[in-house]
């Protein structure tokens, strides 16, 4: 079976502290998003990529969060610094043109962050 | 409006009941539907997709009704391993758009 991959798979860390969550999308994939879910807001997209070029990334605080794809096998979010209210769960998925259409996006396992 | 919006529940029921959820999106250019489901701690993960004509996948079934722009899923004969979050997801483009989802809890 075809994965997204992301790690780490949990990650704590301090206020103040970069944290890099890395994404492997499904190979031949295009699209690659990044989603955060927390219990109260359910899931928010932070950012969008198609054929690595970013296309959406209003849903991401752009002061301290980044994203990018230096290739096509990575995907990376960034967090400089890190916040407690930063601590939720953060998911990675990949999908491809009509097979989104027909099957959606598959997503990775999640990096779960708590920001202390 | 939410894009995509879902009663959040908890819908709780016994073993072997019937339960439907609904869902309302607001974009008309909708092109596809899926019902997701997501297990506590895990994450999303398709359940089926939904087609105009309607569709069936065993104990689930989903029906579209494009003209209210209303989506519905129905599961038969519950089982405890049907506990999860059940996430309506729209595609007006390749972007999905997903709903909070509704909580399910299949009690013995």
């Known amino acids: 079976d075809a994965r997204v991959t992301q790690t780490p798979r949990h990650k704590v860390t301090e206020m103040g502290q970069e944290v890099t969550m890395r994404c492997q999308p499904i190979l031949g994939h295009n699209t690659v998003f990044w989603y955060r879910q927390t219990m109260m807001q359910g899931l928010e997209l932070l950012a969008y990529f198609r054929n690595r070029a970013p296309l959406d990334d209003s849903g991401m605080p752009k002061d301290r969060f980044s994203a990018e794809m230096p290739d096509a096998t990575l995907a990376t979010l960034k967090i400089q610094p890190s916040e407690p209210r930063d601590s939720a769960v953060y998911f990675c998925?990949?999908?491809?043109?009509?097979?989104?259409?027909?099957?959606?996006?598959?997503f990775g396992s999640g990096t779960r962050l708590t920001v202390v | 409006r939410k894009e995509v919006e879902q009663d959040p529940g908890p819908f709780n029921v016994p073993e072997g009941a019937t339960v439907a959820f609904n869902c309302t999106y607001s974009n008309s250019a909708s092109q596809s539907f899926f019902w997701y489901r997501q297990d506590c701690r895990k994450e999303p993960k398709l359940l089926m997709s939904v087609y105009s004509s309607g569709n069936e996948d065993g104990r689930f079934t989903a029906q579209l009704n494009r003209a209210s722009q209303y989506i519905s899923l129905l599961i038969r004969d519950s089982k405890l391993s049907d506990s999860a979050t059940y996430l309506c997801v729209v595609a007006p483009t390749d972007k999905l758009t997903f709903g909070t989802g509704t909580r399910l809890a299949v009690r013995p």
């Open positions: 998925a990949s999908g491809s043109g009509m097979t989104t259409f027909n099957y959606g996006y598959t």
